[in-house]
């Protein structure tokens, strides 16, 4: 079974900045089945990024993901208030632990 | 506009049977899969079981293997799950999500239903 580490766990960063979310997988995946999702707290998840890579509809291109075999990355480019949130890697039916990402 | 609208949680005692319904709009529903995900209070998500778009196949985490039946309905564009021999450790929101063709990622969730086992 494969499990998703995900670091790190809480991330404090403020408005405007660049946040770096990483998510490892115990051994190589498909890209085209590692998700990124955002969660706010009373919310169901929200996905972003799907394939590794792609914007899910609607999602600000100041989110983006890169990554392949074990490792994965899903950045945010300039934070906005609005993106202070838990965010989520999954591959199949495996979620990783999540990121707090915090002002 | 895609909605799913979960039902049918509440409290439960331990060993006790639940059916969660999660009624679909806005897409062709006979042509997707459908998952149910939880989420304990507190904790991360879940993936708890999925149902093939025709209705197979059909997949369960193992925590649940045995215990929990999923099933659909294309005439009501709803997908159930029916939970029995309930533990406490079964508390949780479960989420029911639409997923994207072919792969286990869900691109539209419900808003949840809550479901405690307690005495």
């Known amino acids: 079974e494969i499990v998703l580490t995900q670091s790190p766990g809480t991330l404090s960063l403020s408005p405007g900045e660049r946040a770096t979310l990483s998510c490892r997988a115990s051994?190589?995946?498909?890209?085209?089945?590692l998700a990124w999702y955002q969660q706010k707290p009373g919310q169901a998840p929200r996905l972003l990024i799907y394939g590794a890579s792609s914007r899910a509809t609607g999602i600000p291109d100041r989110f983006s993901g890169s990554g392949s075999g074990t490792d994965f990355t899903l950045t945010i480019s300039r934070l906005e208030p609005e993106d202070f949130a838990l965010y989520y890697c999954?591959?199949?039916?495996?979620f990783g632990q999540g990121t707090n990402l915090e002002i | 506009e895609v909605q799913l609208l979960e039902s049918g949680g509440g409290l439960v005692q331990p060993g006790g049977s639940l059916r969660l319904s999660c009624a679909a709009s806005?897409?062709?529903?006979?042509?997707?899969?459908m998952s149910w995900v939880r989420q304990a209070p507190g904790k991360g998500l879940e993936w708890v079981s999925v149902i093939g778009a025709g209705g197979t196949p059909i997949y369960y985490a193992d925590s649940v293997k045995g215990r929990f039946t999923i099933t659909r309905d294309k005439s009501e564009n709803t997908v159930y799950l029916q939970m029995s021999s309930l533990r406490a450790e079964d508390t949780a929101v479960y989420y029911c999500?639409?997923?994207?063709?072919?792969?286990?990622?869900?691109?539209?969730w419900g808003q949840g239903t809550l479901v405690t086992v307690s005495s």
């Open positions: 806005g897409f062709a529903f006979s042509n997707y899969a």
């Open positions: 999954q591959q199949w039916g495996t």
């Open positions: 999500a639409k997923q994207l063709p072919g792969v286990r990622i869900f691109d539209y």
């Open positions: 051994q190589s995946v498909s890209s085209n089945y």
